[in-house]
T-cell receptor, first 113, second 117 residues
Framework: GQQLNQSPQSMFIQEGEDVSMNCTSS?????WLWYKQDPGEGPVLLIA?????ELTSNGRLTAQFGITRKDSFLNISASIPSDVGIYFC?????????????FGTGTRLTIIP | EPEVTQTPSHQVTQMGQEVILRCVPI?????FYWYRQILGQKVEFLVS????????KSEIFDDQFSVERPDGSNFTLKIRSTKLEDSAMYFC???????????????FGEGSRLTVL
């Protein structure tokens, strides 16, 4: 099936460091989404990207929709303890209907005090 | 703030038993979804539901699965005869407009963990 590959799979960083993660696909997306999942909870939308090349910020988070429409990255600046969690990219695959979100494999972020 | 609520938070069941997971979507939302996350893996789409019928389903959503909106507030997922591989976290989600998945404006519940023994 369709696959969204995220890298890295996991990150261990010091508090205050910047974080960068990305998501790639063999298929074109018209929308790229970044979700965060805290332990024991459901995913929460962080940033939505709707246009190739778009760069969008939400506080310390910045995400970009790749020009090829096959990739996206998420940056977190000056990480804090509450940034811990799993970050998923996601998107609705064209030809699979608007109602189905395909999620990436996830990047687990751990912050070392 | 309105939220999607799910019950139970954790259910343990024997293989072959029927399970019903319940969800109360956000009250003015019209589109409802179930997703599944096997431990340590990605979140996977199961089914979407609108206007009292399934609008889309994945290959995971076979004949053992069914969904229902029995009244104006609840949205349920039934697994008729559970298998070991059904053990997962099941997330309900809702959105207020068609293309909720398209815009990412899905609101997820906290999940129901199903353990099949």
């Amino acid at each position: 099936g369709q696959q969204l590959n995220q890298s890295p799979q996991s990150m261990f960083i010091q508090e205050g460091e910047d974080v960068s993660m990305n998501c790639t696909s063999s298929s074109i997306f018209n929308t790229w989404l970044w979700y965060k999942q805290d332990p024991g909870e459901g995913p929460v939308l962080l940033i939505a990207l709707y246009k190739a090349g778009e760069l969008t910020s939400n506080g310390r988070l910045t995400a970009q929709f790749g020009i090829t429409r096959k990739d996206s990255f998420l940056n977190i600046s000056a990480s804090i303890p509450s940034d811990v969690g799993i970050y998923f990219c996601a998107g609705p695959l064209p030809n699979f209907g608007n109602e189905k979100l395909t999620f990436g494999t996830g990047t687990r972020l751990t912050i070392i005090p | 703030e309105p939220e999607v609520t799910q019950t139970p938070s954790h259910q343990v069941t024997q293989m072959g038993q029927e399970v019903i997971l319940r969800c109360v979507p956000i009250s003015n939302h019209l589109y409802f979804y179930w997703y599944r996350q096997i431990l340590g893996q990605k979140v996977e789409f199961l089914v979407s539901f609108y206007n009292n019928e399934i609008s889309e389903k994945s290959e995971i959503f076979d004949d053992q699965f069914s969904v229902e909106r029995p009244d104006g507030s609840n949205f349920t997922l039934k697994i008729r005869s559970t298998k070991l591989e059904d053990s997962a976290m099941y997330f309900c989600a809702s959105s207020d407009a068609r293309g909720g998945a398209d815009t990412g404006e899905l609101f997820f519940g906290e999940g129901s963990r199903l353990t099949v023994l």
